[in-house]
């Protein structure tokens, strides 16, 4: 009789730690109901419309697209994803030159795509950007 209540607290351990399991691997999973992208970068080209929208020095997060452009310069493009390297949300928003993650609170420069603030670390991934007709074009071969 002394060995079946050890076996029985053995099996719901069990349960209990693989129902805790479940819902780590669903909460950062890159794909849950949220609409986190198992790709978090554009695999064909995508049309971000006017390149002119985006001032000089300025950035600008393109949330459907999951994609955040710099400008540097006049006629000059830098884009990453706006997709977070820690649980793979999309950036809500961006502040001067800081674009931020909603669900945990990372940050990251969008000049550069750096990690500013955990819990990321790795930066954003480069994605390739360029003007036709001036409109901006981000993805492969634009």
Request: charged letters at 20%.
């Amino acid at each position: 009789m002394s060995g079946q209540p050890a076996a029985r607290r053995t099996v719901l351990k069990g349960a209990a730690l693989a129902g805790a399991a479940g819902l780590g691997v669903a909460a950062c999973s890159t794909d849950s109901k949220v609409g986190h992208a198992q790709v978090p970068t554009p695999t064909a080209p995508v049309d971000l419309g006017a390149a002119d929208e985006i001032p000089v020095g300025g950035a600008r997060l393109y949330r459907e697209q999951r994609l955040v452009v710099h400008c540097p310069a006049q006629g000059e493009y830098k884009a990453f994803s706006a997709q977070c390297t820690h649980a793979g949300c999309v950036l809500d928003k961006v502040e001067g030159t800081e674009g931020n993650c909603p669900c945990h609170g990372s940050r990251f420069d969008v000049t550069t795509g750096k990690a500013l603030k955990g819990p990321a670390t790795v930066p954003l991934p480069q994605v390739p950007v360029s003007v036709r007709d001036g409109k901006l074009v981000a993805g492969p071969d634009a």
